[in-house]
T-cell receptor, first 111, second 114 residues
Framework: DAKTTQPNSMESNEEEPVHLPCNHS???????IHWYRQLPSQGPEYVIH???SNVNNRMASLAIAEDRKSSTLILHRATLRDAAVYYC????????????FGKGTRLSVIA | DTAVSQTPKYLVTQMGNDKSIKCEQN?????MYWYKQDSKKFLKIMFS???????INETVPNRFSPKSPDKAHLNLHINSLELGDSAVYFC?????????????FGPGTRLTVT
C-alpha cells in the first residue's frame, strides 16, 4: 500500500481557515486520495476524496498537487466542532485493498 | 434515521466467552466492513464483504467470524474472548467496493474483556 505522511498535530484559531497537509510521494496513478476525520468518542467520518482535480463539498476542499505527490485538506472556517484527528488515506481504484488508517493529524481549535 | 447502526454500544464480558456484535446499514450499500480500534487508537481493517461475499480478510485470529445474512447486515462473532480483544469495533459501509467510494461508519461497539 502507498503510504502517507502527515504532521502529528496542528492548531488553529476558531473561524480561521485550516490547511492540513499530506505527502504521498509514492502514489500510483490509480490511487484515490481520501480524507476522513474522527471526533472524540465517535466513529470515523468521511470528509472528501479526489483523484486528480481539486474537489469541494460542504465540509471542506481538497487541493491536489499537479504531480499528485501531496494534497491539502482545507477547512474554510474552523469551528470547535472541527477538533478531531484527520486521516489522509490512499486507496486503489479497484477497492481490493482496504482503507489503511495511519496516525493522522490531531487538529486542535482554539476559541 | 441512523445510516449505519451497531448493537450493542457497550459489551463487557469475561475471558473465554463467545459474543456477537451486530451491524446494519439502511443505505442500500453493497459493501460492508469491520474495523478494530485498539487502546492506542490505531484503526485497522478486519474484514470486508461485498454483496455477502468476503473480499478482504486481514490477519485476524480465526476466533473472529463475520457473517453476512444479507446485504444490509454484517455481524461479527467472537469465540473464546481474550483480554487482547478489548477494543472499539466499528462497522462501515460503502456504495460499492471500488476505491472511489466513501465509507460510512457506525458509532462503534466498545468491547471490554475482563
Amino acid at each position: 500500500d502507498a503510504k502517507t505522511t502527515q504532521p502529528n498535530s496542528m492548531e488553529s484559531n476558531e473561524e480561521e481557515p485550516v490547511h492540513l497537509p499530506c505527502n504521498h510521494s509514492t502514489i500510483s496513478g490509480t490511487d484515490y486520495i481520501h480524507w476522513y476525520r474522527q471526533l472524540p468518542s465517535q466513529g470515523p467520518e468521511y470528509v472528501i476524496h479526489g483523484l486528480t482535480s481539486n474537489v469541494n463539498n460542504r465540509m471542506a476542499s481538497l487541493a491536489i498537487a499537479e504531480d499528485r505527490k501531496s494534497s491539502t485538506l482545507i477547512l474554510h472556517r474552523a469551528t470547535l466542532r472541527d477538533a478531531a484527528v484527520y486521516y489522509c488515506i490512499l486507496r486503489d481504484y479497484s477497492g481490493n485493498t482496504p482503507l489503511v488508517f495511519g496516525k493522522g493529524t490531531r487538529l486542535s481549535v482554539i476559541a | 434515521d441512523t445510516a449505519v447502526s451497531q448493537t450493542p454500544k457497550y459489551l463487557v464480558t469475561q475471558m473465554g466467552n463467545d459474543k456477537s456484535i451486530k451491524c446494519e446499514q439502511n443505505l442500500g450499500h453493497d459493501t460492508m466492513y469491520w474495523y478494530k480500534q485498539d487502546s492506542k487508537k490505531f484503526l485497522k481493517i478486519m474484514f470486508s464483504y461485498n454483496n455477502k461475499e468476503l473480499i478482504i480478510n486481514e490477519t485476524v485470529p480465526n476466533r473472529f467470524s463475520p457473517k453476512s445474512p444479507d446485504k444490509a447486515h454484517l455481524n461479527l462473532h467472537i469465540n473464546s474472548l481474550e483480554l487482547g480483544d478489548s477494543a472499539v469495533y466499528f462497522c462501515a459501509s460503502s456504495p460499492r467496493r471500488g476505491g472511489s467510494y466513501e465509507q460510512y461508519f457506525g458509532p462503534g461497539t466498545r468491547l471490554t474483556v475482563t
